[in-house]
């Protein structure tokens, strides 16, 4: 019914950019919140940053200032700009999104993942 689908991993060296998209598509009625998630080998998953729908957003503090998350509402999309990229950003990022979905004439929420995206930085 409802898939996000992340895109613009890759290999980076160090102090270098990426840009990270994810689109959601399907029977969307509105899309709340969105995240980006990462998971480093051996590590839990932690939260990178989020957005709400008006715009509101917060960071993990080991990326303030590098990072910027952003969102295109009428392309039900999330954005995340990672600049001066060290390895220790290396991980799968993945996004996240609250939507509320129609289902014959229901509404529901429900949150959604992402297949997660390789971000790999070289020193």
């Known amino acids: 019914q409802v898939q996000l689908v992340e895109s613009g991993g890759g290999l980076v060296q160090a102090g270098g950019s990426l840009r990270l998209s994810c689109a959601a598509s399907?029977?969307?009625?509105?899309?709340?919140?969105m995240s980006w998630y990462r998971q480093a080998p051996g590590k839990q998953r932690e939260l990178v940053a989020a957005i709400t729908s008006g715009g509101s957003t917060n960071y993990a503090d080991s990326v303030k200032g590098r990072f910027t998350i952003s969102r295109d509402n009428a392309k039900n999309t999330v954005y995340l700009q990672m600049n001066s990229l060290k390895p220790e950003d290396t991980a799968v990022y993945y996004c996240?999104?609250?939507?509320?979905?129609?289902?014959?004439?229901?509404?529901?929420?429900?949150?959604?993942w992402g297949q997660g995206t390789q971000v790999t930085v070289s020193s």
């Open positions: 996240a999104a609250d939507i509320w979905v129609v289902t014959g004439l229901a509404r529901q929420q429900y949150n959604y």
């Open positions: 399907g029977s969307i009625f509105r899309v709340d919140a």
